[in-house]
């Protein structure tokens, strides 16, 4: 049985529509990219991000954004991470690590970038997210 619903992702808050045959099943947001599964049955619940590891967490979640749009990292991505890294431990989220506020707006990756910053600047502010260099203007 598949179930379409519409369901808010708890990383960028951004609803979407969902189509899922189980509640274990991993459902990536095609804004955020994050991984997230149902809580609970399908067409009777929200979704939460799926269990795992920061470091998994972020690091999954930094690759299918980039791929998603296809963007790519470049060599400072270690120190990038590591700063969402710092931050999830000390205010428990991936906020931007070059930004002074930790709002849900700035939840890697940020809203800024979700808008098309990478596009018009050809990264985005932390530099965690470029576009091909055969794609800058």
């Not at 808010?8 to 274990?24: G, Q």
């Not at 690759?63 to 590591?82: I, K, M, T, W, Y």
């Not at 965690?128 to 055969?134: G, H, K, V, Y």
């Amino acid at each position: 049985m598949i179930w379409m619903s519409s369901a808010t992702c708890p990383v960028c808050n951004i609803p979407f529509s969902v189509e899922a045959t189980d509640a274990d099943q991993e459902i990536i947001c095609p804004v955020c990219a994050a991984k997230l599964q149902f809580d609970g049955p399908p067409a009777r619940s929200v979704l939460r991000r799926y269990p795992e590891e920061p470091a998994q967490e972020i690091n999954g979640r930094a690759e299918r954004f980039a791929q998603q749009r296809d963007f790519v990292f470049n060599e400072d991505r270690d120190l990038v991470v590591s700063g969402l890294l710092d931050k999830a431990k000390m205010h428990g989220d991936f906020f931007c690590p070059c930004r002074l506020e930790n709002v849900p707006e700035n939840i890697c990756p940020c809203l800024d970038t979700r808008s098309g910053s990478v596009k018009r600047d050809g990264r985005c502010l932390c530099g965690l997210f470029w576009l091909p260099e055969s794609d800058e203007q």
